[in-house]
């Protein structure tokens, strides 16, 4: 009954909340705004609307300008997240499997070796790793890039699936065992299909990072026409002056896809986070 | 079909505890074989073994003959049912039911036909597309029984099937359960704590405790011939009623000495007790052996005591009545006591024991009031009280 009473307390939580969701929305209204306003405008006044739209600079940005078309690296980013994620979500299970089943002592060695790789910074060895990609031609073409993200993510990947294959009842695995099914046929029939939670959280995580990226991008692609949208982005930035418009409207185009791909898995990624299998 | 043998087996733990201890048992092919046996005494293991899901640490497990202690246990053909069912919770009924087939790499047409027969046997015909989280207990439980049956297995083992049923649907299940066994005529092991499960479905019934084999025997020679102290308390419910008495030389032969009374010794006892004379040794009766004074020969020997509860359950009348008399607290009967109800004991209070007789529902006793008891002097049984065996 309390709860559900409306009085002044309710209204000013509410304004409160919306004031707070407001603060959280403006760099999306400024992102919004900035890439339909005259360039110019952007310096003169960041905060009015615009005085005219344009989304001239959407197809301004699209055809592009140096080494990347926005096309082209919407398409080099889609390709490397993708793939990278793929790799990781069917190599980190399997891995993760093996650790969380295997005996206390062996499991618990691997866990921390993988855990280990989450907290030491891969930057210590990007030299050297530049140097090997280069002499196996893995800098500059989307295979290195994959490689490159699927060896720096497996830390992260691996102590999430163990986490929820640790709680998952081995009842299934010894069911489908008796039941006759191999190692493997268990594997991808009974387990992973309950790993359907973790995979989502996997996905979003290890996708977020590898789109977001700039650096490793900047470093192992820059000069070729695979270069990601974050570098994209960076070569609109000036050295005397920005396009932010430009800028504006490729940060647009690159927060859709992880938005709708957030938005769809949504729900499993809350129950990834949260764990348990509901039977 | 095929027969189970255990000769010698053992399991060990890295930890040093003894799951199963020196377990011999050959469970005949086709036979409905229990384990019983209180919460951790090793009867699940034991079937794990069978399975294949558990290591064997000692001794030699052989289904039809074959040495099977290193198979996997897809190599043993057998199918179990566990506790909780393990039904994949992302597959529908029909996959359930199906998977073992699919993993033996039978062909599509034939694993249809199979999955629809054994459906329709269960009553499953109509929830073939459903998921478990979306079935009943009941139904549930049978769609765990279709995914063992279906595959046409040599053994079932059956861990615990209808411990997670409500008490109606648990017996109606039991009578399933049987009369499938039944008809299909496959050699199975079920594990069950349940005493009354052990006694209405086995053919034989092997009784457990802390590993090692108890006793086996057809359900009413446990009831009515327990080997030990153990065995008579675990099996019967209500349990059997159990005094400390000592036998004595009276005038007219052996005597009983039982908390300050003396009752004769009836021809039917066990000679060997006159080896126990003077010794403390444990008698045990039989709730339904404890008799209203009316329904018994003039001769029985008697026990008088305070009635402190009566349970009318329709067909019959459970009496707890209140007797002068030591009980029996050995490790054996302390162990079932703390498995069923660990109150029982403490109820009766210091001398005395609180015994259960099961009278007809028309005889008419009152609470508070003193109740004489006869004692069928034929289903009188001994217990030596340092080892628990019977005196036979």
Same mark, same amino acid.
């Given at each position: 009954?309390?709860?559900?009473?409306?009085?002044?307390?309710?209204?000013?939580?509410?304004?409160?909340?919306?004031?707070?969701?407001?603060?959280?929305?403006?760099?999306?209204?400024?992102?919004?705004?900035?890439?339909?306003?005259?360039?110019?405008?952007?310096?003169?006044?960041?905060?009015?609307?615009?005085?005219?739209?344009?989304?001239?600079?959407?197809?301004?940005?699209?055809?592009?300008?140096?080494?990347?078309?926005?096309?082209?690296?919407?398409?080099?980013?889609?390709?490397?997240?993708?793939?990278?994620?793929?790799?990781?979500?069917?190599?980190?299970?399997?891995?993760?499997?093996?650790?969380?089943?295997?005996?206390?002592?062996?499991?618990?060695?691997?866990?921390?070796?993988?855990?280990?790789?989450?907290?030491?910074?891969?930057?210590?060895?990007?030299?050297?790793?530049?140097?090997?990609?280069?002499?196996?031609?893995?800098?500059?073409?989307?295979?290195?890039?994959?490689?490159?993200?699927?060896?720096?993510?497996?830390?992260?990947?691996?102590?999430?699936?163990?986490?929820?294959?640790?709680?998952?009842?081995?009842?299934?695995?010894?069911?489908?065992?008796?039941?006759?099914?191999?190692?493997?046929?268990?594997?991808?029939?009974?387990?992973?299909?309950?790993?359907?939670?973790?995979?989502?959280?996997?996905?979003?995580?290890?996708?977020?990072?590898?789109?977001?990226?700039?650096?490793?991008?900047?470093?192992?692609?820059?000069?070729?026409?695979?270069?990601?949208?974050?570098?994209?982005?960076?070569?609109?930035?000036?050295?005397?002056?920005?396009?932010?418009?430009?800028?504006?409207?490729?940060?647009?185009?690159?927060?859709?896809?992880?938005?709708?791909?957030?938005?769809?898995?949504?729900?499993?990624?809350?129950?990834?986070?949260?764990?348990?299998?509901?039977? | 079909?095929?027969?189970?043998?255990?000769?010698?087996?053992?399991?060990?733990?890295?930890?040093?505890?003894?799951?199963?201890?020196?377990?011999?048992?050959?469970?005949?092919?086709?036979?409905?074989?229990?384990?019983?046996?209180?919460?951790?005494?090793?009867?699940?293991?034991?079937?794990?073994?069978?399975?294949?899901?558990?290591?064997?640490?000692?001794?030699?497990?052989?289904?039809?003959?074959?040495?099977?202690?290193?198979?996997?246990?897809?190599?043993?053909?057998?199918?179990?049912?566990?506790?909780?069912?393990?039904?994949?919770?992302?597959?529908?009924?029909?996959?359930?039911?199906?998977?073992?087939?699919?993993?033996?790499?039978?062909?599509?047409?034939?694993? @249809?036909?199979?999955?629809?027969?054994?459906? *329709?046997?269960?009553? &499953?015909? $109509? #929830?073939?597309? /459903? +998921?478990?989280?979306?079935?009943?207990?009941?139904?549930?439980?049978?769609?765990?029984?279709?995914?063992?049956?279906?595959?046409?297995?040599?053994?079932?083992?059956?861990?615990?099937?209808?411990?997670?049923?409500?008490?109606?649907?648990?017996?109606?299940?039991?009578?399933?359960?049987?009369?499938?066994?039944?008809?299909?005529?496959?050699?199975?092991?079920?594990?069950?704590?349940?005493?009354?499960?052990?006694?209405?479905?086995?053919?034989?019934?092997?009784?457990?405790?802390?590993?090692?084999?108890?006793?086996?025997?057809?359900?009413?020679?446990?009831?009515?011939?327990?080997?030990?102290?153990?065995?008579?308390?675990?099996?019967?419910?209500?349990?059997?009623?159990?005094?400390?008495?000592?036998?004595?030389?009276?005038?007219?032969?052996?005597?009983?000495?039982?908390?300050? @009374?003396?009752?004769?010794?009836?021809?039917? *006892?066990?000679?060997? &007790?006159? $080896? #126990?004379?003077? /010794? +403390?040794?444990?008698?045990?009766?039989?709730?339904?052996?404890?008799?209203?004074?009316?329904?018994?020969?003039?001769?029985?020997?008697?026990?008088?005591?305070?009635?402190?509860?009566?349970?009318?359950?329709?067909?019959?009348?459970?009496?707890?009545?209140?007797?002068?008399?030591?009980?029996?607290?050995?490790?054996?009967?302390?162990?079932?006591?703390?498995?069923?109800?660990?109150?029982?004991?403490?109820?009766?209070?210091?001398?005395?024991?609180?015994?259960?007789?099961?009278?007809?529902?028309?005889?008419?006793?009152?609470?508070?009031?003193?109740?004489?008891?006869?004692?069928?002097?034929?289903?009188?049984?001994?217990?030596?009280?340092?080892?628990?065996?019977?005196?036979?």
């Amino acid at each position: 009954m309390f709860l559900t009473r409306y009085t002044w307390r309710t209204g000013l939580r509410e304004v409160l909340l919306l004031l707070v969701a407001a603060v959280w929305w403006l760099p999306i209204y400024f992102l919004a705004v900035g890439s339909v306003k005259p360039n110019e405008q952007n310096f003169s006044s960041p905060f009015a609307l615009p005085s005219r739209i344009d989304f001239g600079v959407y197809s301004q940005a699209w055809k592009g300008s140096g080494n990347g078309t926005l096309g082209r690296s919407l398409e080099s980013s889609l390709i490397i997240t993708i793939a990278s994620i793929v790799a990781l979500i069917v190599l980190g299970s399997l891995a993760a499997y093996v650790v969380a089943r295997a005996s206390n002592r062996l499991g618990n060695g691997l866990y921390l070796l993988f855990v280990l790789g989450i907290i030491l910074p891969f930057q210590l060895a990007i030299i050297p790793t530049y140097s090997a990609f280069r002499h196996i031609h893995l800098v500059g073409n989307y295979a290195g890039m994959v490689v490159l993200w699927t060896g720096l993510l497996m830390p992260l990947t691996v102590f999430l699936y163990t986490g929820f294959i640790r709680a998952l009842p081995r009842d299934y695995e010894e069911a489908a065992r008796v039941d006759g099914a191999t190692r493997m046929r268990t594997f991808v029939r009974v387990v992973f299909p309950l790993l359907r939670p973790v995979t989502g959280t996997v996905a979003i995580l290890t996708g977020l990072i590898v789109w977001n990226d700039f650096f490793l991008s900047l470093v192992f692609l820059s000069g070729t026409k695979n270069v990601t949208l974050p570098v994209t982005v960076y070569s609109y930035v000036g050295v005397y002056a920005a396009q932010w418009n430009l800028i504006f409207a490729t940060v647009v185009v690159s927060v859709v896809p992880m938005l709708a791909f957030y938005l769809f898995a949504q729900k499993n990624l809350i129950r990834g986070f949260t764990g348990g299998i509901k039977t | 079909m095929a027969s189970v043998t255990f000769s010698g087996v053992d399991k060990t733990y890295p930890d040093g505890t003894r799951a199963v201890d020196q377990f011999n048992l050959e469970v005949e092919d086709g036979e409905f074989m229990i384990f019983v046996g209180p919460s951790g005494c090793g009867k699940t293991t034991a079937l794990r073994m069978v399975a294949g899901l558990e290591d064997i640490t000692g001794g030699e497990l052989r289904i039809d003959g074959v040495r099977v202690n290193d198979l996997d246990p897809r190599e043993r053909d057998v199918a179990m049912v566990f506790q909780n069912y393990a039904l994949y919770p992302h597959m529908s009924v029909y996959d359930n039911i199906a998977f073992p087939l699919a993993s033996q790499g039978i062909r599509k047409s034939e694993i @249809r036909e199979r999955v629809t027969k054994t459906a *329709a046997l269960l009553g &499953l015909d $109509e #929830h073939l597309k /459903r +998921r478990p989280r979306n079935l009943s207990g009941g139904q549930r439980q049978r769609v765990a029984m279709g995914r063992a049956i279906v595959r046409q297995p040599r053994v079932f083992l059956m861990d615990e099937p209808l411990s997670n049923l409500d008490a109606k649907l648990r017996v109606q299940m039991r009578a399933e359960i049987s009369g499938l066994q039944q008809e299909l005529g496959v050699t199975t092991i079920y594990v069950t704590h349940d005493q009354v499960e052990a006694m209405t479905m086995g053919d034989r019934i092997a009784v457990l405790r802390k590993g090692v084999l108890q006793q086996l025997g057809r359900p009413e020679d446990l009831y009515d011939h327990p080997a030990n102290l153990f065995v008579a308390t675990f099996v019967g419910s209500p349990a059997m009623n159990l005094f400390e008495v000592s036998p004595v030389e009276g005038e007219n032969g052996l005597e009983l000495r039982i908390g300050g @009374r003396r009752i004769a010794v009836p021809p039917e *006892a066990p000679a060997a &007790l006159r $080896e #126990h004379i003077g /010794r +403390r040794i444990a008698l045990g009766i039989r709730p339904e052996h404890l008799l209203h004074p009316r329904r018994a020969d003039d001769s029985a020997p008697r026990l008088s005591g305070e009635v402190t509860l009566v349970e009318m359950l329709g067909f019959e009348r459970l009496v707890h009545i209140r007797l002068r008399a030591t009980p029996i607290l050995t490790e054996d009967v302390l162990e079932v006591a703390r498995d069923i109800d660990a109150g029982t004991l403490d109820r009766a209070g210091e001398g005395h024991v609180m015994a259960v007789a099961r009278f007809d529902p028309d005889v008419d006793v009152a609470v508070n009031s003193t109740q004489d008891v006869a004692l069928r002097p034929e289903k009188m049984l001994f217990f030596e009280l340092e080892s628990g065996r019977a005196i036979v």
